[in-house]
């Protein structure tokens, strides 16, 4: 974790074989959220399918190396129609998790739906309109490009959002474990 309490340092990703988003932020108090990093991992389309994922999980566990955050958010994938597109995806996302794995992170997937409505408050806003809201919320000076990265970048400010709910659920459903773990306790003495 990082220095002041209830901070999370979360890489965002928008998953992708060709181009993959990949975002840093910290998230503090409230609805804070400091960029650190963005970027876009990319990999030729021309290059054989294990060459090209090498790529991509080299340089995601590059930024996991050198960013050291504390959890990964990721879009989860979805039917887009076409199956060849979701299926690179889906072996994009297998490298990710991996590489966060190695590492002992969690990974926490959003829809896209979910990631627009939380930043814009509507689950059908266009990359126009999320790119805009990323801007705002990060007080950048320009609009990160590519979307990819906007993407990524959204992609972590709504976990860092999320996160102290997500924290306030682990801790509930922890300390409901252990009263259950303390009541079979007495049962058995009894």
């Known amino acids: ?11 965002g990703i928008d998953p992708g074989l060709t181009r993959c988003g990949l975002s840093v932020a910290d998230g503090g108090q ?9 970027g876009v991992a990319r990999t030729p389309s021309d290059a054989p399918l294990e060459d090209r994922l090498l790529r991509l999980s080299n340089a995601a566990e590059q930024w996991m190396d050198e960013y050291q955050p504390d959890v990964v958010a990721m879009e989860r994938v979805f039917e887009r129609g076409n199956v060849s597109t979701v299926m690179q995806t889906a072996h994009a996302v297998g490298v990710l998790v991996l590489a966060a794995a190695r590492r002992g992170l969690e990974v926490h997937m959003y829809t896209p739906s979910e990631v627009k409505k939380a930043l814009t408050g509507n689950g059908r806003a266009d990359k126009k309109q999320m790119t805009a809201m990323v801007t705002r919320i990060l007080g950048l000076g320009e609009p990160p490009k590519p979307a990819d990265a906007a993407d990524a970048l959204a992609i972590a400010i709504c976990h860092c959002w999320r996160a102290p709910v997500l924290r306030r659920q682990r801790m509930t459903m922890e300390a409901l474990e252990k009263q259950r773990r303390l009541a079979g306790k007495d049962s058995e003495r009894k």
């Open 1 to 11: 974790m990082n220095e002041c309490v209830g901070a999370v340092r979360v890489m």
């Open 30 to 38: 409230g609805r804070r959220v400091v960029p650190i990093a963005v």
